[in-house]
Each structure stands twice: as C-alpha cells, then as structure tokens.
C-alpha cells in the first residue's frame, strides 16, 4: 500500500500515566506538550491527525490537549476499549495515506496494529512509560526494522513529587478519620479537598495518585466482602492506606499529642507550651511542621495573641488520630479471642464498641462517635470487611497504626497477670509504665500520665484489664497468653 507524509500521534493515556506513576514520577501537562513537540518534529511538520485516549482526563491534561488540538478519546475504565478504540482510528488513517505514526503505548495489543503498520511501509515510533514494565513480547516488537522506540524521558524531563510533608500525611490521615477510602474511585471529593488544604497543587487526579503512590500502602485481600444479592462473597479487593513506615509513625505519634493537647486547651497554648511529650527534644522544626499541617486542614487556627486552638467542637477531635484505632483494635481483638475465630459478624462491632464505650465523657457512647469510629479504623486498615459464610465479617488486621496498644498490653500483661485475680493500685501501675519508659528512646506507655491513663482506659473499655475505684486487676486472658509466648 502507498502512504503519504502526513502523520498520526495516538496516545494510550492511562497506559503512559500509570508507567510514570508507578516509576514515583508525577503526571503533568508538560508531558502532553512535550509528546505533541516531538511527534510533530518526527512528522516533519505534518502532524495532522492527534488522538488521546483514557477513561478520564485531569483539567490541566485537557488544557493541553485544546491548546495542542488533539481530540480526547474517552473509553471505558478497562483498557481492552482504548486499545480497540486506537487501531480503529489507526486503521482509519492508514487508509487516508499517513505514512508516520507515532504510537504512546506499552500496551502489548499493539503488537498486532505495530506489524501491521510496518507491513504496509509506515513509519513507526513507539514511546514507553517504563521499559522494565515492557513484555518480553512487546521489547521483541521494538527491535523490528523501521521502528524507532523511546521512553517518555528521552523527551521530557520527569518530575518527582514533593517530599512527604507532616501536612500532606496529616491530610490523609484526615481523610480516613472522615472515613474517606483513599483507593478506587473518587469519593466524598478527596481530590478537591486536598487541593483546599494546600496539600495538592490542583484537583487533578493525577497529582492524587502520585501522592498516594509515595505515602499510600496497598494491601491485597483474597476474601474480601462484596455483596452478591442477599450475601456477601469472598473476592480479590486492593485496599490501600496511608504507608506510616521509613519513620513516618514519629509524626503520627506528635500530630496525634498535639491534637489531643489543643483540644484539652479551648484557650489555646503557645508554641513553647506545646514543646513537651515527643516534641519535648524537638528543634521547633518537627512541632511547626505539626501546627502548619493542623491548620492547613483547618482544626487548628492561630489567634492574634500567637496561641493555637481547635476550631470547632470535632465529635472525635479529642481522641486524636490513635485512640480510636487503638480501642477498636482492642475490642474487637479481645473478642475474637474469646470466641477463639478469627472473625466476628461485622454487625456486633458497634455493639462491642458502645457497650463500654470509645474516649471519655458523656459522648463516649454516641452512636454518631460509634459509627465515625467505626468507619476511621476501617479506611485506615485496622479492621477489614471480610466473607465468612455468606456474611460480612470484622477482621482485626495487623495494621502498624495498632500495635503500640498490642505492645503495651502484652508488658503489663507480663509482669503483672501473676498477681491476679488481686487487684492492684492504680499508682503501682502507673510507676511502672513510668519506670519502664524512663531510659527508652521510644516510649511504650506514652510521654505523661494523660497518656499513661488513656492506655489504661482503652484496655479497660475493652474488657482486656478492669480498672475502677483507682485499683487495676490484669485477668489471665487467650490474647495476652498469645502476646506472651512471642515475648
């Protein structure tokens, strides 16, 4: 067949995104530019026809795809519609005379339109995300006579995304209190509110998952619970949570003191009030970027005479990022224990959780701060919704964000279940966290005796230890059996 000069970009979009991407490389409009330049070079002036296809574009994606007068190709979220969708197109073009094509894919069902183009004398260029995502198929392709291959950054200069900031892992971390799912599609507009705070440049979604793919931690389930009809089925489910590992738990842990302190403080304290606990050694480096983080997701403000207080009555505020988590944990653990399954009907949680309650005060047993709960420890992966015959069941997960509670209730299980069923002072107990922490780096316990109390209360709401008229009684119990034989 006889081709002409004129040339062709096709662009499989969500293949290149999700190359860059997964390389912890950002996706932005300069690569939509930078693709346009060079395919237009190639073609010698006679790029005439541009195509782009993926399931979604970001603004900023389709700004450039106008400016550049490339059509959007919008497909069907699998990837099977935008390859068909491309050769159809190239086939088109293939019979109008154009003679280049410049194909954006490392998608191997190009191969078949590859050789087909090559058969019938086009010139082809082929440009990659990621060449160690590239098939043995697809790499064999690429060394075929006229066809010339690149990768994306043989054109364009990629971008990291920003270092992790205390604000953008306090961002998700919000989002989860909220119960916001940080994976699959968007929801509850995650996008746009990370823009609002600050933490996102823009509300494309790209920005989105290049964040999450540099602070997110992806878990795969094999038997989580979908809803088929009246029952629920095991199926593969991809969860994915904030990552609190390479150190990041540090900041959790001040974030969460500093929270907790505030909300104690409706006046507000100053930045030298709030240097204690974890920030007690700090430079002011750490504890700036806890406050900048706080008020750019607006629950903390700074007032005129340089304190810093909550802005509102946040049910759950006081309880900070970790108590919740951890009392859910807790419950539902000791439960299963009891029960001796790994498993509980999901149903029973809120019953678990409001009989003793969550926190302190009148408000500890509302079902408003039970379900918001609730729903936290599950977009943070400390409980997850798994198929159990046909129902959907709670499963206590060994999420980083929990263990501390696990590690300070198997030490006071060690060294006091032998004195049971006698009870012990309060203060005994609470010496001996102190005691224990003294010469740690990290403390088990906590950093003072409010923290010292909120272990205590959590493991008493979950029936772990009994706690009343400031004597403390450890009963021998499967969970601290179990913790113990790993000691």
Not at 31 to 40: E, G
Request: glycine share 10%; proline share 4%.
């Amino acid at each position: 067949m006889a081709v002409g000069n004129k040339g062709v970009l096709l662009v499989d979009w969500d293949n290149l995104a999700g190359a860059i991407i997964g390389r912890g490389h950002v996706v932005e409009r300069g690569i939509v530019d930078a693709l346009w330049s060079d395919a237009t070079t190639r073609c010698g002036g006679h790029l005439q026809y541009k195509h782009m296809a993926a399931a979604k574009f970001d603004g900023s994606i389709s700004t450039a795809m106008r400016e550049h007068l490339i059509d959007d190709e919008v497909v069907g979220s699998t990837k099977e519609q935008a390859d068909i969708h491309l050769t159809v197109l190239a086939m088109d073009y293939l019979y109008k005379d154009c003679g280049q094509f410049v194909l954006v894919t490392g998608d191997q069902d190009f191969i078949p339109l590859i050789r087909r183009l090559l058969r019938d004398g086009c010139r082809v260029t082929v440009v990659y995300g990621d060449k160690d995502r590239l098939s043995t198929q697809f790499r064999g392709i690429l060394t075929l006579p006229g066809l010339d291959s690149i990768c994306i950054d043989d054109i364009y200069t990629l971008k990291k995304p920003p270092p992790v900031t205390s604000r953008a892992l306090l961002g998700l971390l919000e989002l989860q209190r909220r119960g916001i799912i940080l994976g699959g599609k968007e929801q509850a507009d995650r996008t746009a509110t990370l823009a609002r705070w600050g933490i996102l440049e823009n509300e494309d979604e790209s920005q989105y998952w290049a964040l999450i793919e540099s602070l997110g931690h992806k878990v795969v389930r094999t038997d989580a619970a979908v809803r088929a009809k009246e029952q629920f089925l095991p199926r593969n489910a991809t969860r994915t949570y904030v990552d609190v590992g390479s150190g990041r738990f540090g900041d959790v842990t001040a974030i969460d003191y500093v929270v907790r302190r505030l909300a104690a403080r409706p006046k507000g304290l100053t930045v030298t009030e709030l240097r204690t606990g974890p920030l007690q050694a700090d430079n002011g480096g750490q504890l700036l970027r806890v406050l900048d983080a706080l008020t750019a997701v607006q629950l903390v403000r700074k007032g005129a005479d340089d304190t810093y207080a909550v802005t509102g009555n946040d049910l759950g505020l006081g309880l900070g990022y970790l108590e919740p988590l951890w009392r859910v944990h807790a419950g539902l653990t000791m439960e299963c224990f009891r029960t001796q399954s790994r498993t509980i009907p999901f149903r029973r949680l809120p019953g678990l959780l409001s009989a003793s309650g969550v926190g302190q005060g009148a408000e500890k047993f509302s079902a408003g701060l039970i379900n918001r709960v609730m729903k936290y420890a599950s977009a943070a992966g400390v409980v997850d919704a798994v198929a159990v015959g046909g129902a959907r069941h709670a499963l206590a997960t060994n999420s980083p964000l929990a263990r501390p509670i696990e590690d300070a209730y198997h030490e006071l299980y060690r060294a006091f279940v032998g004195r049971a069923p006698s009870p012990i002072p309060e203060s005994e107990i609470l010496e001996f966290m102190a005691v224990k922490d003294r010469t740690r780096a990290e403390p088990v316990f906590g950093y003072d005796q409010r923290d010292r109390h909120r272990i205590l209360r959590i493991l008493a709401q979950s029936r772990a230890i009994t706690w009343r008229s400031e004597k403390v009684t450890i009963p021998q119990t499967r969970w601290g059996d179990a913790g113990s034989s790993f000691a």
